[in-house]
């Protein structure tokens, strides 16, 4: 589990959160995407305390990247559409509980041309795509908030739990190039990662998650690697 977390994070800045996998990163994930609720403490996102669901944190602009991308990031049977809409479901892709088929298959035309999402047509089975394809759909769906066109909607905050595990030089670059330009906007990123260079290179801040017990996140340039 997690022991006491105090973690702020800011508009425009990359915070880090280093570690070996299985010391309480997962559950500190799921904790700011609405999938679990802390036992005590208090979780705000601009001041406000958002209920414990994953729609509600959708609903207040959370981007959720989750560290597993075939088993939590996409329903592999469902097609490229499908899954485009999967967090906006209720809006605004459904009327009366009917999905508005017309507007979702169009909105994932335009993802897929946005995030350059190879591998087939919206109709083709997520489970089809290749890691990095697969990776910009979840990325895509994500930072478009099921808005008309990209430039319509910017992420709050955007959780990334290893957002580059397993993909190619070529992927990495193209998914940090995007996280980037989020911050720019504006968004605020918690990057949960367990490849330094990846820490060293995007974060403002940084901080070391071991045994569910966080470090205060201090400047990245105030941190030496052997310190990590």
Known sequence: GLAPVTLALRAGEITAIAGVS???????????????????GRVALGGNVI???????????????PEDRH???????????????????????????????????????????????????IDTPARALSGGNMQKLILGRALSGGA????D???????????????????VAWVHQQLLDACARGAALLLISEDLDEILALADRIAVIHAGRLTPARPARSWTLPEL
């Open 22 to 40: 299985g010391n309480g990163q997962a559950l500190l994930a799921d904790v700011l995407c609405g999938v679990r609720a802390p036992t005590r």
């Open 71 to 121: 088993a939590i990031g996409v329903i592999g049977d469902l097609p490229v559409w499908e899954n485009a809409i999967a967090e906006h479901y209720r809006r605004p892709f459904a009327s009366a509980g009917i999905v508005r088929r017309g507007a979702a298959r169009s909105f994932a035309r335009r993802l897929v041309d946005r995030y350059d999402v190879r591998g087939g047509g």
């Open 153 to 171: 909607f910017l992420p709050t905050l955007i959780v990334a739990s290893q957002p580059t595990w397993g993909l190619d030089v070529g992927a």
């Open 148 to 151: 008309a066109r990209a430039a």
């Open 51 to 65: 209920a414990a669901t994953p729609e509600s944190w959708v609903a207040a602009g959370v981007a959720r990247i």
